[in-house]
Nanobody, 122 residues
């Protein structure tokens, strides 16, 4: 059972930056693909970024060039560096883990954190 705990959310003005972290309680963390999803107010959850077991990454078109996903397997921690934030980035951000590495399209990842709120004001 993987437990995930996000941190780093907050309120920021448009154009600002935030860095989210997700700590995992799993000794085999390196064998999991890791994801960031977000759910804007009143909208469905959407994929933001993923990182595979090595360093392969993928991003939603809306965040390409602004967000960077990374992982530190020695610290069992996932990160999301968010730059040039826009009001439309306002959402609850969730990290997720999947050992099968196939939940990017469906969002049906087996393990989820509790979420951290990001609010971007104009």
């Amino acid at each position: 059972q993987v437990q995930l705990v996000e941190s780093g959310g907050g309120s920021v003005q448009a154009g600002g930056s935030l860095k989210l972290s997700c700590a995992a309680s799993e000794y085999s963390y390196g064998s999991y693909c890791m994801y960031w999803f977000r759910q804007p107010p009143g909208k469905e959850r959407e994929g933001v970024a993923l990182i595979g077991r090595t360093t392969n990454t993928n991003y939603a078109d809306s965040v390409k060039g602004r967000f960077t996903i990374s992982r530190d397997n020695a610290k069992n921690t996932l990160y999301l560096q968010m730059n040039s934030l826009k009001p439309e980035d306002t959402a609850m951000y969730y990290c997720a883990a999947d050992q099968n590495c196939n939940c990017w399209g469906t969002g049906r990842c087996p393990y989820w954190g509790q979420g951290t709120q990001v609010t971007v004001s104009s």
